[in-house]
């Protein structure tokens, strides 16, 4: 009974991340916020043009004021990924006062490192974009840090073409462990597994 128990647990977080991944808010909100992934030496990968790809469409759309994006480096690396986004966003129109940053390797540090900032401009209500099969962990981490998400994940992504089951898998089992034991908890677990830089700025 135990065992079975865990299964559905798992099958039913596994359904909560395929419908939110599947869902696109209608809402207007106070801030886009942008998750970070890898960039390509001061050029964002495949994967990070499309989510900035996302949140351009919703910022001409005039769905928010202000654009969060977020994303460290790791040691070695000149750009981090947030800096990477908001200068790729500027090139497209958005304007450089109107976007936040913050940083870090993981979605929780994403979103905490980029607080003080959204605190500072009274923001609360956001639009997340990242990737379908994250989208549900970003927004409960989002939520557990007092701000209130609505989804908007990116449409075809180049990720979900590539071992897509994998990435499902994973965010099941993330999620499914860090409703019993916390997202702070399993960030900080990460922390230690890898050396973390989060730059101060810029």
Same mark, same amino acid.
């Given at each position: ?20 991944g ?5 809402s207007?909100?106070q ?5 970070? $992934?890898?960039?390509n ?9 499309a ?5 351009l469409v ?10 969060v ?10 750009? $981090?990924?947030?800096g990477?986004s908001?200068?790729w966003l ?6 450089a006062?109107h976007?936040?940053q913050g940083?870090?390797?993981?979605t929780?540090q994403n ?15 956001v639009?997340t974009? $990242?990737?379908?099969f994250?989208e549900?962990?970003a927004?409960?981490?989002?939520s557990s840090?007092?701000l ?13 073409h590539?071992?897509l ?13 860090a ?8 960030s ?14 810029g």
């Amino acid at each position: 009974m135990i065992v079975s128990a865990i299964f559905l647990y798992f099958i039913f977080t596994f359904f909560q991340i395929w419908m939110t991944g599947h869902h696109h808010t209608t809402s207007n909100a106070q801030a886009i916020v942008v998750f970070g $992934t890898t960039e390509n030496n001061g050029t964002p990968s495949p994967e990070l043009e499309a989510r900035l790809t996302q949140a351009l469409v919703l910022w001409n759309e005039q769905r928010a004021p202000w654009v969060v994006v977020t994303g460290g480096n790791i040691p070695g690396d000149v750009y $981090t990924e947030s800096g990477v986004s908001k200068s790729w966003l500027v090139r497209h129109g958005v304007q450089a006062s109107h976007i936040l940053q913050g940083f870090g390797n993981d979605t929780w540090q994403n979103i905490s490192t980029a607080l003080p900032a959204m605190k500072a401009h009274a923001i609360q209500t956001v639009i997340t974009v $990242t990737d379908p099969f994250h989208e549900y962990r970003a927004m409960a981490i989002a939520s557990s840090q007092g701000l209130m998400p609505q989804p908007s994940p990116v449409p075809n992504s180049p990720t979900v073409h590539d071992s897509l089951w994998k990435y499902y898998l994973k965010e099941t089992l993330s999620v499914g462990v860090a409703r019993v034991l916390g997202y702070h908890l399993l960030s900080e677990w990460s922390t230690v597994a890898s050396s973390v830089n989060l730059p101060s700025g810029g």
